[in-house]
């Protein structure tokens, strides 16, 4: 198992960013946290107390912020191993009521800025014949959502970001992933989805149960891993088997 790597994770904060942390921390990785609050970031720091663990605040939809983060995240190595874009956000909305500005801020948060944090960590990789990024998409871009449109177009989005990035990328030994989480009882899941959304997605499941942000640390895991060297351009669904493709 390769260990030593400089790993860099959006959203880091959140309920499904701290639990990938705290995996490659485990595995003896450097981590850089990065998430828009300071305090969020602090408590983070807090709880993990790893010499290992470097925290940054950055919005990645800003593309100074993401070569400055970048930056910090390459200053003791040089490079960034391995990146994992979480950073997201998925209100509730109808479609009818969506303004133009609340469609270009989620496409901005889900998909233009996992394509900034792309585009500021590729340079560290390419030329060293190794790099892996696992991007976080959703399952809910293959059947939709109700309230979602903006939300579920982006994530689709990520799909094909993604793909064009395993072409482009393939011959420097860099890999791009997407794992696809089914709904997920993290603290913002509970507040944004309706309580019938959370119910139905347990009934839907072969494994009928609520799905935790733990349930998607091993794959995660496994993508940046040297097991996962000839996967790229995938999108692997872990959601309890309810979409299956
Ligand atoms: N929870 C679910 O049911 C579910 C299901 C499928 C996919 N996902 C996806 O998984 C990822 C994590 O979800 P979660 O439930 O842990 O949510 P979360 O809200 O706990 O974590 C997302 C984090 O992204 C951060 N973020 C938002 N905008 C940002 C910006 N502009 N710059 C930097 N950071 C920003 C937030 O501060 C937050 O800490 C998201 O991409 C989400 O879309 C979640």
């Known amino acids: 198992m390769k260990t030593g790597r400089t790993v860099l994770i959006t959203g880091a904060a959140g309920g499904m960013g701290a639990e990938f942390v705290?995996?490659?921390?485990?595995?003896?990785?450097?981590?850089?946290?990065?998430?828009?609050?300071?305090?969020?970031?602090?408590?983070?720091?807090?709880?993990?107390?790893?010499?290992?663990?470097?925290?940054?605040?950055?919005?990645?939809?800003?593309?100074?912020?993401?070569?400055?983060?970048?930056?910090?995240?390459?200053?003791?190595?040089?490079?960034?191993?391995?990146?994992?874009?979480?950073?997201?956000?998925?209100?509730?909305?109808?479609?009818?009521?969506?303004?133009?500005?609340?469609?270009?801020?989620?496409?901005?948060?889900?998909?233009?800025?996992?394509?900034?944090?792309?585009?500021?960590?590729?340079?560290?990789?390419?030329?060293?014949?190794?790099?892996?990024?696992?991007?976080?998409?959703s399952a809910s871009i293959y059947s939709g959502v109700k309230g979602q449109a903006h939300y579920v177009a982006a994530k689709a989005g990520t799909i094909g970001l993604s793909r064009s990035l395993a072409r482009e990328f393939g011959s420097e030994g860099i890999t791009v992933n997407v794992v696809a989480p089914g709904v997920t009882i993290t603290p913002s899941a509970k507040k944004a989805l309706p309580q019938e959304i959370q119910d139905a997605a347990i009934k839907v499941r072969c494994l009928n149960r609520e799905e935790h942000a733990e349930d998607l640390v091993g794959t995660v895991f496994f993508l940046a891993s040297p097991d996962a060297d000839f996967i790229t351009g995938q999108t692997i669904i872990v959601d309890g088997g309810n979409e299956m493709l």
Not at 67 to 88: C, H, I, K, P, W
């Open 22 to 137: 705290r995996r490659f921390l485990d595995n003896g990785d450097a981590v850089v946290a990065t998430d828009t609050s300071d305090e969020a970031l602090g408590a983070l720091s807090s709880k993990l107390a790893s010499r290992l663990l470097r925290v940054q605040s950055a919005d990645i939809t800003d593309e100074s912020a993401t070569t400055a983060l970048t930056a910090f995240a390459a200053e003791q190595s040089g490079r960034v191993d391995v990146l994992v874009n979480v950073a997201g956000f998925f209100p509730v909305q109808p479609f009818i009521e969506m303004t133009a500005a609340d469609w270009r801020k989620i496409i901005d948060i889900n998909l233009t800025g996992t394509a900034l944090m792309c585009k500021a960590v590729l340079p560290t990789m390419i030329g060293r014949g190794w790099g892996r990024i696992v991007n976080i998409g």
